[in-house]
């Protein structure tokens, strides 16, 4: 028999609050969103101004306040919001590919990813978000500004203990035996393929994205040489739709292509 789950009923009050040092949502009435931390003086937050964070300690998760002219509800931040709220300087994966190289990987808790092509790092942020506490994102860019960037977005999601961001080229080889999954996105991901057979388990995945089409066929053809199996291309479309009193209609704006995206098995 399963043993049922009891939550101590102090333990729940506390957690009921918001504690310091905390990541928050505010979250306004038009969808508007600000993740801060709570517990310290005072931070600048865009849009909102000075706001004193230290007020926000204690208070209840689910809380409204008002800042300005406008009523904020105080929440935990999901992994959506963190990525709406990235500081970007190149191109990131957009959540629908992201998704779908964690399915196509399966990447989970306590595994070792290794990713070349940071940009801005909301990939790696998604990787680290699948593979704590216990796994592992080795994170590569030959741009030490890439990285920066992507340092502090990993670290505003609060998953930096579990992500190692390195200045490295993929094409020139990695060290690290044994990791479950590979992704790949640079500019010539076919130079990198055959480094990314040899640095995965057996049974690990690679995942390739890719703007254009012919960058795809050459790391197609560079994975079949380099001994992989069962490489799928896909490219993915996302609609949004409107509901409103009288039915329902897709909206005008539609998230069209973005990449093509690769996966194959080293078996």
């Known amino acids: 028999m399963k043993e049922s789950f009891n939550r101590d009923p102090q333990s729940a009050a506390v957690a009921a609050k918001v504690a310091a040092n905390e990541t928050i949502l505010l979250l306004g009435p038009d969808g508007e969103r600000h993740i801060l931390r709570a517990g310290k003086d005072a931070a ?3 849009g909102l101004g ?4 230290k007020d926000f300690v204690g208070r209840a998760w689910g809380s409204s306040l008002k800042l300005g002219l406008k009523d904020y509800t105080i929440t935990r931040p999901l992994l959506v919001d963190h990525l709406r709220s990235l500081e970007r300087r190149a191109q990131i994966i957009t959540p629908k590919d992201a998704a779908r190289i964690l399915l196509e990987t399966g990447v989970g808790s306590g595994d070792h990813v290794l990713e070349a092509g940071v940009g801005s790092g909301g990939l790696t ?3 680290a978000h699948a593979v704590a506490p216990k796994g592992r994102v080795v994170a590569l860019d030959l741009r030490e500004d890439h990285l ?3 340092r502090r977005n990993v670290e505003a999601a609060g998953l930096s203990d ?3 961001f390195r200045v490295g080229d993929v094409r020139e080889g990695v060290k ?3 990791f479950d999954a590979v992704v790949l996105d640079i500019p010539d991901p076919e130079a990198a393929v055959a480094n990314a057979f040899a640095c995965l388990r057996p049974g690990g995945a690679l995942a390739v994205y890719a703007p254009l089409i012919d960058q795809v066929q050459k790391a197609v053809k560079a994975a079949r040489a380099s001994g992989f199996a069962q490489t799928r291309i896909l490219e993915l479309i996302e609609r949004t739709w409107t509901v409103h009193e009288r039915g329902a209609r897709p909206d ?3 998230l069209g292509h973005t990449g093509f995206l690769l996966f194959a098995r080293r078996l």
């Open 148 to 150: 920066d960037v992507g």
């Open 252 to 254: 005008f704006d539609m």
């Open 50 to 53: 000075v706001v004193a964070t």
């Open 125 to 127: 942020t998604v990787l």
């Open 176 to 178: 690290e035996r044994d």
């Open 162 to 164: 579990v992500v190692d």
């Open 44 to 46: 600048r937050v865009p």
